[in-house]
């Protein structure tokens, strides 16, 4: 059987990475932000040792799996985790929250099962939902049809302040657990996985909130962390967002999520780790204190290992998979 591609599913990673390269070379510099490398977040010194964190994002087409199984429990969990772990990439501590909720004709019900689902995610993630907008837009969408987008502020002193600079070759990486599929690669997803199976219901498992490791983790050992992936849309390869000058070597793994199991008989495995998560949500690499980090992220309810190193080979990720046999690749950072 030949296998599928996310872009064959409708979605150009590549394409949309050139149009982020040009809005950032149109875009008029806000020369006063201080500067990260990997863009999770942008960050506006409010003084020389304090700023503000904002972020925005959306759920893509997990929204059309909610509307489908008629399920709006979880959504906007997914929503605010979408938000709020990009701040936490930059060291901030997620405080407000702001929503954008578009529908075609107004359900009562579906409406409060969705912002409910909203303020839970900002409770776990220790922020306010401050505001928001409803649009109903009955021409634009589909019955039943709707969209998500979620703003999120945050704040960081510049001691805790992580931009990647300091990765460096022999670092440690810090695999966080995801919790299934999480809120990206879906439209791929769909494609193979439909509502009559079994698993189709998998994919509505709540994307994971990291900010209480993750800001326990910085609180105790700021000065050991040197940078922190989301590990969303291009799966693994968020990593290079990180720091252009070393490469990352991946060779512990948890056990596969059945829904990456079965999307493996249709997608090659190396096409899989540039859309997927893999099993990991999110990245933490340290230069020291990794044993101590790792087991206080486990005290909080997360699965967490040491899941590689940082080392010399730049713009290079290298993927050996343990529980399969002769899995082993490179991804190469496209210039």
């Given at each position: 059987m030949d296998k599928i591609t996310y872009q064959q599913s409708g979605v150009d990673i590549s394409l949309a990475d050139k149009f982020v390269?040009?809005?950032?070379?149109n875009n008029p510099k806000e020369n006063s932000l201080w500067k990260t490398n990997a863009n999770y977040a942008s960050v506006y010194?409010?003084?020389?040792?304090?700023?503000?964190?904002?972020?925005?994002?959306?759920v893509g087409s997990k929204?059309?799996?909610?509307?489908?199984?008629?399920?709006y429990d979880?959504?906007?969990i997914d929503l605010v985790a979408m938000c709020v772990n990009d701040l936490l990439c930059v060291g901030a501590q997620p405080k407000l929250f702001l929503d954008y909720y578009a529908f075609s004709n107004f359900n009562y019900d579906t409406a409060c099962k969705i912002i409910d689902s909203i303020i839970k995610g900002c409770k776990t993630a220790n922020c306010s939902l401050v505001g928001g907008e409803t649009a109903q837009m009955p021409d634009l969408y589909a019955p039943k049809h709707f969209d998500l987008a979620g703003f999120s502020l945050g704040i960081v002193n510049k001691n805790s302040f992580i931009d990647?600079?300091?990765?460096?070759?022999?670092?440690?990486?810090?695999g966080i657990a995801a919790n299934g599929i999480h809120s990206n690669g879906l439209s791929l997803a769909r494609k193979l996985i439909t509502k009559d199976n079994a698993l189709y219901a998998n994919l509505l498992k709540p994307t994971h909130i990291y900010t209480n490791p993750v800001l326990k983790c910085l609180d105790?050992?700021?000065?050991?962390?040197?940078?922190?992936?989301?590990?969303?849309?291009?799966?693994?390869?968020?990593?290079f967002r990180l720091n252009n000058n070393v490469g990352y070597q991946i060779d512990k793994w948890f056990p596969l999520d059945e829904i990456f199991q079965y999307l493996a008989q249709y997608i090659e495995f190396k096409e899989m780790h540039t859309t997927f998560n893999m099993g990991y949500g999110m990245y933490i690499i340290v230069n020291d204190h990794a044993n101590e980090i790792n087991d206080l992220i486990q005290s909080c309810g997360f699965k967490s290992q040491i899941a590689g190193l940082v080392n010399n080979n730049t713009?290079?990720?290298?993927?050996?998979?343990?529980?399969?046999?002769?899995?082993?690749?490179?991804l190469t950072k496209h210039q």
């Open positions: 390269s040009y809005i950032m070379q010194p409010l003084t020389d040792d304090l700023a503000i964190c904002l972020t925005t994002d959306g929204v059309l799996i909610a509307s489908e199984l008629d399920n979880h959504i906007g990647g600079h300091k990765i460096t070759n022999g670092n440690t990486i810090i105790k050992y700021s000065q050991s962390i040197n940078g922190i992936a989301h590990i969303t849309g291009g799966g693994i390869t968020n990593l713009n290079q990720i290298n993927i050996t998979h343990q529980e399969i046999s002769a899995m082993d690749f490179t």
